[in-house]
């Protein structure tokens, strides 16, 4: 069964760091590119950040470049989220997924694996 897991979120101050986990099972993981999504409430689903199979290409959004730092470990079936400096506007449901294309994809629909999400508030 394949499955993308999320963990790490959590409350915190403006200003904040945390840091998300997906763990994946019942995949290759380093024959995937993967992605980490955003949706806050009555919003779409937005790009945060890609990472390539190997670890060593990546892109994010505008809006978290700087801040925020994308990494795996394909030897523990784990990507990672660093979220410095956060801001009220981070707060949102945090998804992991992945991809075939080995580069990783800005856009949601070149992904067919999600993971539940991980909730992630930022107070002010």
């Known amino acids: 069964q394949v499955q993308l897991v999320e963990s790490g979120g959590g409350l915190v101050q403006a200003g904040g760091s945390l840091r998300l986990s997906c763990a994946a099972s019942?995949?290759?993981?380093?024959?995937?590119?993967l992605g980490w999504f955003r949706q806050a409430p009555g919003k779409e689903r937005d790009f945060v950040a890609r990472?390539?199979?190997?670890?060593?290409?990546?892109g994010y959004a505008l809006s978290v470049k700087g801040r925020f730092t994308i990494s795996r470990d394909n030897a523990k079936n784990t990507a990672y989220l660093q979220m410095n400096s956060l801001k009220p506007e981070d707060t949102a449901n945090y998804y992991c997924?992945?991809?075939?294309?080995?580069?990783?994809?800005?856009?949601?629909?070149?992904?067919?694996?999600w993971g539940q999400g991980t909730q992630v508030t930022v107070s002010s």
């Open positions: 019942g995949l290759t993981f380093s024959d995937y590119g």
């Open positions: 990472i390539n199979w190997g670890g060593y290409n990546t």
């Open positions: 997924a992945a991809t075939a294309l080995k580069q990783g994809s800005g856009r949601s629909d070149m992904y067919a694996i």
